[in-house]
């Protein structure tokens, strides 16, 4: 792994983000203030236009150097959760590509946006989406799952707690505000998680990058 497997996650879950763009535009609309896809590709943008130097990086370097233009470019809320959630895995990866290695550093960082986010499973979030792919993710590679048996169940298990968001009680972010009106409908950030996650473990099980 290296700074071309970055840029090919990036651009994976670019165009994903892109073939979704007016769902997760609606997805907002509903429970937000609807700026949520354009924050992202605002950022996906921003990261395309500096490829080369992404690419030229190893790993952990690539990663950091990807984080801080998405703090920089992507903002609301969800800017410096997925700066968190990449610097949180910079900082834990030694560039090796081993499923436990990966695994951990996916752990830390989503507990990086914990950290930032101050919440965990049930508020209505991309943590309903994340904190369940990292335990799954962490319980394979622990116990000895192979790199295509991680990148086939992980979609999966975004997917189902993906869907598992509409029927919660917003309790943190925009939506909070809400309250019972924002039952009904899936959150926005955790469609875009699921949707970034999917496109990322479909890219990686290519190979070549
Ligand atoms: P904003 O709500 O500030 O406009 P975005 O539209 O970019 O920000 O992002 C909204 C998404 O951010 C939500 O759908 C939710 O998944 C996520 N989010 C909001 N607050 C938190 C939090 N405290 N922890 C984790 N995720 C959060
Ligand atoms: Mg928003």
């Given at each position: ?5 970055v ?91 081993g ?10 960082g ?11 499973t ?88």
């Amino acid at each position: 792994m290296n700074g071309k497997t970055v840029m090919a996650c990036i651009d994976a879950a670019h165009a994903a983000l892109e073939e979704h763009a007016d769902e997760i535009a609606s997805l907002d609309q509903a429970i937000g203030d609807g700026d949520h896809i354009i924050n992202l590709l605002r950022g996906m943008d921003a990261l395309a236009a500096m490829r080369a130097q992404i690419e030229a990086e190893a790993f952990a370097p690539a990663l950091k150097l990807a984080a801080t233009k998405v703090l920089s470019t992507v903002g609301g809320s969800s800017g410096p959760l997925f700066f968190s959630m990449m610097t949180g895995m910079a900082k834990t990866s030694t560039g090796d590509d081993g499923v436990v290695e990966f695994a951990r550093a996916f752990a830390a960082g989503v507990e990086a946006v914990g950290q930032r986010g101050k919440t965990g499973t049930g508020s209505k979030t991309m943590m309903d989406v994340l904190i369940p792919v990292a335990e799954h993710f962490t319980a394979m590679a622990d116990a000895g799952a192979s790199k295509q048996e991680v990148l086939e169940a992980l979609p999966r298990i975004a997917q189902d707690n993906m869907l598992a968001t509409r029927d919660m009680l917003a309790t943190k972010g925009r939506a909070s505000f809400l309250g019972e009106r924002s039952r009904g409908h899936i959150d926005p950030g955790a469609r875009s998680s699921q949707l970034m996650i999917e496109a990322v473990c479909a890219r990686l099980a290519q190979g070549d990058a």
